[in-house]
Every structure is written in structure tokens, then in C-alpha cells.
């Protein structure tokens, strides 16, 4: 059960888990526990305080999460203080199990896992489904999300343990976040602007967690070759400049404005 101040810790590629996570810190403060939001891509594991109860927010990505977000969740450290631990991701549907993995991590550096809940959002990938669709379906999401906030406040929250077929996911998803960061595959999915439309704004550069976007005074910005596909440039792009090469007709999905993820 949440005692104390909470320190949610989230990453959100195109606004879903942002949602989320904001549903869940306004029923937490409504009940009186002050809370703490803190993007992953701005915070270090290490500096965070043990005493607070921990929470983790971030989307499925390859029926895993993205590479900087298992590194804050490995880099946490340990703890003697039974610190308390949740955990919430947003999916389009398939995540294979990454609960178990995680309790696990957690488990063994000592914090005492509360609750975790993956939860279903629009998919923001391959097929982008229609206004109303993905409307619904975020509604849908947050009443979930406000429910699993409440548990968590009341005690009544479960971590299920890794099952074979948990781990067996994570491990071959382990091999295909691999194959993402190949320089093979960095190449061939290359996220490209088109000069023509970009008005070198450089909003792309301050919205990318990994710094893989560069961009000179008055220049067409550029890829790197660090991409870790959270799709949150080329879909919070204001001139639609980017390209977006995994989504039919390459349309694309965004839950929140550039702005909440410039603050
Ligand atoms: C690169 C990538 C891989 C994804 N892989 C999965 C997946 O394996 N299973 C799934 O259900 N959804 C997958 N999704 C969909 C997202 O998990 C889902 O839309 C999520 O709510 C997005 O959250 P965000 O808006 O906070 O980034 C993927 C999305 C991206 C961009
Ligand atoms: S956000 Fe779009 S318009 Fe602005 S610099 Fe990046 S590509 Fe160009
Ligand atoms: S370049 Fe775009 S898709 Fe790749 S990590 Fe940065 S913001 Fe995400």
C-alpha cells in the first residue's frame, strides 16, 4: 500500500503513458500522497530517494521497452529500506510478459514490489486507428489507470512473478532490441526530413530522449544512428516533416501536444 510521497519515474514516446501517468498521480493526490512526476530521459536512477515509494511508467516496445528505459530500471539501486515499488506500461495489445522481468530486477535489489499493470492504449505504430477509435480507447485506458491507482492506494494491487513463458519472451526480446540498435538496422530504418517542409523550428531536437537528432543554426536537423524508434519525433513534428516508415500510408499518433514534453 503507498504510504508516503511517490517519485513516478515515466517515459512516453507519444503521450499514451504521459496520460497515464498524470490519471494516476491526480487519484494519488486527490487521496492525499503528494507526488512527484519525473521524465526517465531527464533523471539519473542513482539519485533517486529511497524513503519515497517508486513508481515506473513507460510503453511496450518490441514486446519489451526501449533500451534507456531498462537501463534506469537496471541502474536503480539498492535498497535496504524495503523502499516500495509499482510499475505501470501502456500497450497496444501484446506486451509477452515484461512484469515478471521487472519484479525480478527489482526483487533482487531489495525494493518490495506493490503492484504492476500493463495497460491497453491506442497503438501509436504500423496502424494508426481513427480519432474516434483511439478516443475511446484512451478513455478506456484511464478509467483502468484510475482503478489500478486506487488498489495500489488501498493495498489491494499484485506484482505477478516471471512465468517460463515470461522470461522466455523477455529473452528473445532481449535478442530483437539488439538487432534494433544494429548499425544494419539503424541504416535501414534511417529517419529522414524533408527539407522542404521542416522549418528548422528544432523541436524534434529538444523532443528526442536520446539525443540522436542534431540539427545547425537554420539547418535541415539530422538522425543519428542511436535511434531508439519511440516514434516522438516524427509524430510531434508541427510540420509533419519526418518521416515515419513502419505506419501505413505513414500516418501518425499523438496523445499529447510537443509542449507537455517540453516542460
Ligand atoms: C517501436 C514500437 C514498438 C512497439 N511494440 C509494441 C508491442 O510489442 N506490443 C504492443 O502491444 N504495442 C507495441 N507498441 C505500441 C505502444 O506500446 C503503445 O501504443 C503505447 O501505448 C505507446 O505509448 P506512448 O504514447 O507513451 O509512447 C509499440 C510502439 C512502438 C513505437
Ligand atoms: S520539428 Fe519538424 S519542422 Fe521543426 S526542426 Fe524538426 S523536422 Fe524541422
Ligand atoms: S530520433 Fe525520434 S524516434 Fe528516434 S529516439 Fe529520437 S525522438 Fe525517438
Not at 510503453?59 to 534506469?72: G, H, K, Q, R
Not at 506500461?89 to 506486451?95: N, P, R
Request: with cysteine.
Amino acid at each position: 500500500m503507498v504510504k508516503d510521497v511517490i517519485d513516478f519515474y515515466y517515459f512516453s514516446g507519444t503521450g499514451n503513458t504521459l496520460l497515464v501517468v498524470q490519471k494516476m498521480r491526480d487519484v494519488f493526490t486527490e487521496k492525499g500522497i503528494p507526488v512527484n512526476l519525473h521524465p526517465m530521459e531527464r533523471s539519473k536512477p542513482d539519485n533517486i530517494n529511497l524513503n519515497h515509494t517508486i513508481g515506473l511508467g513507460f510503453p511496450i516496445a518490441e514486446l519489451s521497452t526501449y533500451n534507456f528505459v531498462w537501463n534506469f530500471i537496471r541502474g536503480l539501486p539498492e535498497t535496504d529500506q524495503n523502499t516500495e515499488i509499482f510499475m505501470v506500461d501502456t500497450l497496444a495489445g501484446i506486451s509477452g510478459g515484461i512484469v515478471g522481468p521487472v519484479y525480478e530486477i527489482v526483487k533482487k535489489k531489495g525494493y518490495h514490489p506493490i503492484g504492476a499493470r500493463e495497460i491497453v492504449m491506442p497503438p501509436n505504430i504500423f496502424y494508426i486507428e481513427d480519432e474516434e477509435t483511439s478516443k475511446e480507447k484512451v478513455q478506456r485506458g484511464l478509467i483502468r489507470a484510475e482503478q489500478y491507482a486506487g488498489e495500489l492506494c488501498t493495498g489491494n494491487s499484485q506484482w505477478d512473478k516471471s512465468s517460463i513463458f515470461s522470461r522466455t519472451v523477455y529473452y528473445t526480446s532481449l535478442a530483437g532490441l539488439k538487432i534494433t540498435e544494429s548499425s544494419v538496422n539503424q541504416k535501414l530504418l534511417h529517419l529522414k526530413t524533408d527539407e522542404a517542409e521542416c522549418k528548422s523550428c528544432g523541436i524534434c531536437v529538444k523532443l528526442c530522449p536520446v539525443h540522436n537528432i542534431t540539427m545547425d543554426e537554420g539547418k535541415t536537423p539530422e538522425h543519428g544512428f542511436n535511434c531508439e524508434y519511440c516514434l516522438r519525433c516524427t509524430s510531434l513534428c508541427p510540420r509533419g516533416a519526418i518521416s515515419c516508415p513502419f505506419n501505413y500510408q505513414g500516418k501518425t499518433y499523438h496523445a499529447v501536444k510537443a509542449k507537455e514534453f517540453l516542460k
